[in-house]
């Protein structure tokens, strides 16, 4: 994800990315949003099709190799914003990376029985790991507060299909993992917006709104 602009004052909002017409710090070593924002995109896409049903339920491994993709270029953006000190890029990429291979090797594991997990357990087992990074989420959701709205907002519509999603394993219920997809669906179009911006802002044009902050200081 793209530079936060150093030595901002108090009143200014920590940001991901630099203020149109600003230099960006460690701009000559590239911006790792570039290949972040588009993994993020087409990993959820991916995630999406799958819980609203574009695949059958024996066919989720359809979506796999682009979710391995997809942490893929999450790890990849992690290591180069983490080499040119963008600790809270590196994070935030880092996490999401973590999310994408862990599912992946959820979905894998289940179908090829890597794990030994007796298929009575098999919905438990899925509940832990939406538990989890719903846990993750949400104390994203917290830290963004001094981000640019945006982002918080969409941590918020992750952990809302998160949150729907395991309602839908609770209840057994296919229209509430539709749902989730759905929600993952406007994350996606959360991420195209940011993805715009940015590469707007690195072919010399203006970057797109990104709100204020909820905490200025």
């Known amino acids: 994800m793209a530079t936060p602009i150093p030595n901002a004052s108090p009143k200014e909002p920590v940001r991901l990315v630099p203020q149109a017409g600003e230099p960006a710090a460690g701009q000559s070593v590239g911006d790792p949003a570039m290949v972040a924002l588009p993994s993020f995109i087409v990993g959820s896409v991916a995630l999406a099709m799958v819980l609203i049903g574009f695949v059958p339920a024996t066919a989720t491994g359809a979506a796999m190799p682009i979710v ?127 993805f715009l911006g940015a590469a707007s802002r690195d072919t010399g044009g203006k970057e797109l709104p990104l709100g204020p902050p909820i905490l200025h200081a």
């Open 68 to 194: 391995l993709a997809a942490a893929l270029g999450m790890f990849l953006a992690t290591i180069w914003a983490a080499r040119i000190g963008e600790n809270v890029p590196a994070g935030i990429t880092g996490v999401f990376g973590g999310f994408f291979l862990s599912y992946a090797l959820l979905v894998l594991g289940l179908t090829h029985n890597w794990y030994g997990i007796a298929p009575a357990a098999v919905a438990d087992t899925q509940k832990l790991f939406v538990i989890s990074w719903i846990v993750i989420v949400t104390m994203l959701v917290l830290a963004s507060v001094r981000l640019p709205v945006i982002y918080g907002l969409l941590f918020v519509l992750i952990d809302a299909s998160l949150v729907l999603n395991l309602l839908g394993i609770i209840q057994a219920s296919a229209n509430l993992g539709k749902a989730a997809g759905w929600v993952l669906m406007a994350v996606a179009a959360t991420i195209v917006y940011l």
